[in-house]
């Protein structure tokens, strides 16, 4: 048998390109590994554990009900303000969390990318997919609290799937973005903290989007996380779709995902030299 056979050549990528896809696949161990790695580092050493993913959400609810649903006297569209802030703060999380990781995904694992090949992507990806827990586990507060307040959902929940898509969409998108800009800005890694703050106000999570002046909702609704906060709201509330909402933020997201692929395969022959 000829060894030249196997023998495989790996050449840096140029230009603008799409992910290899087959050769992910034949990763997904290492995919694995590292999102399970992700989770238990997440919570080692942790009394509470997998709790922090309840409480964080829930006591940052707490905070936003008293400010801005008691004190401020923000409108919640006739729905309990704290069932109204937690239905945004659990996708808002969710991506926000995948943001800060993934950011640093490739800055962390600097001693992996530059002594082993194995797709780079593998690395955000693996973030990203390890903060699923965290929005699993935090779906149990909204049952209780749908118990609470006597709401029964209704066929809206049947969308909820498609939102989770766009929710994906949108964070591996960005993270991707994040995480290869971050290798060679470490600018990014500073600004970070501060943009998820500023983030945080420009999505209807303190707020509805009713709130938000006609003039300006058309641009408004661009931003991906309107629609997937506001139809996880309509979902669990038995409310009508607000599709108006959705789709517009449906191809922002759908673009970001693309442009985060093809970025993050134009700046990856990069990484081993400056991480």
Request: charged share 15%.
């Amino acid at each position: 048998m000829n060894p030249k056979e196997h023998i495989k050549i790996i050449q840096p990528t140029s230009g603008w390109q799409l992910i290899d896809f087959k050769e992910l696949w034949r990763y997904k161990d290492l995919l694995y590994f590292l999102t399970l790695r992700g989770i238990k580092a997440r919570y080692a050493q942790s009394i509470l554990g997998v709790a922090w993913a309840i409480i964080q959400p829930l006591f940052t609810t707490l905070v936003f009900t008293v400010v801005f649903g008691n004190l401020a006297k923000v409108d919640s569209d006739g729905i309990p303000y704290v069932l109204f802030s937690y239905l945004a703060l659990w996708p808002w999380n969710y991506f926000s969390g995948t943001l800060t990781e993934s950011a640093n995904s490739l800055i962390q694992n600097a001693n992996m990318i530059t002594k082993v090949y194995f797709p780079r992507m593998v690395l955000p990806l693996s973030s990203i997919l390890s903060k699923l827990l965290d929005f699993i586990i935090a779906f149990v507060v909204v049952i209780g609290m749908m118990i609470y307040f006597k709401v029964v959902p209704g066929w809206g929940l049947l969308v909820v799937p498609l939102l989770i898509i766009q929710l994906l969409m949108c964070s591996l998108g960005v993270g991707m973005t994040l995480s290869a800009m971050a290798v060679k800005y470490r600018d990014v890694k500073h600004a970070l903290t501060f943009v998820v703050q500023l983030l945080l106000y420009a999505a209807p999570v303190v707020y509805s989007t009713n709130a938000v002046p006609e003039t300006y909702q058309k641009y408004y609704i661009l931003n991906p996380m309107v629609g997937v906060i506001e139809g996880f709201r309509a979902a669990f509330l038995n409310r009508p779709m607000p599709w108006e909402w959705i789709w517009p933020g449906s191809i922002v997201a759908l673009v970001l995902f693309v442009f985060g692929m093809m970025y993050f395969r134009r700046m990856e022959r990069i990484f081993a030299d400056v991480a």
